[in-house]
Nanobody, 116 residues
């Protein structure tokens, strides 16, 4: 069984920065890793994903502000968030889709709150 553990959420003022980290419990071949977020009364939405070869994809509203990277040696991937805005507020979940696509894993979520 694979577990994802997130860290790094918190409260920050608009314009500030945070780094979210997701640690994977064991080395695993992956199809896709990424971060999603869910704001109150909204559906969960994609923030950023990374695929083998470090191909990244970002939601339009975070492009240029967020950077997703992975550290294979640590079985971890980070989301660096800069120039945060109140609309970035939500619970952020890390996600991993195993190679082959049949298994998908989620972290427990970490709260990010951006005050204006």
């Amino acid at each position: 069984q694979v577990q994802l553990v997130e860290s790094g959420g918190g409260l920050v003022q608009a314009g500030g920065s945070l780094i979210l980290s997701c640690t994977v419990s064991r080395s695993i071949y992956f199809n896709k890793m990424g971060w999603y977020r869910q704001a109150p009364v909204k559906q969960r939405e994609l923030v950023a994903t990374i695929r083998p070869g470090d191909y990244t994809n970002y939601a339009d509203d975070v492009k240029g502000r967020f950077t997703l990277s992975r550290d294979g040696a640590k079985n971890a991937f980070d989301l660096q968030m800069t120039d945060l805005k109140p609309e970035d507020t939500g619970v952020y979940y890390c996600n991993l889709v195993a190679w082959g696509g049949s298994d998908e894993y989620w972290g427990q979520g970490t709260q990010v709150t951006v005050s204006s």
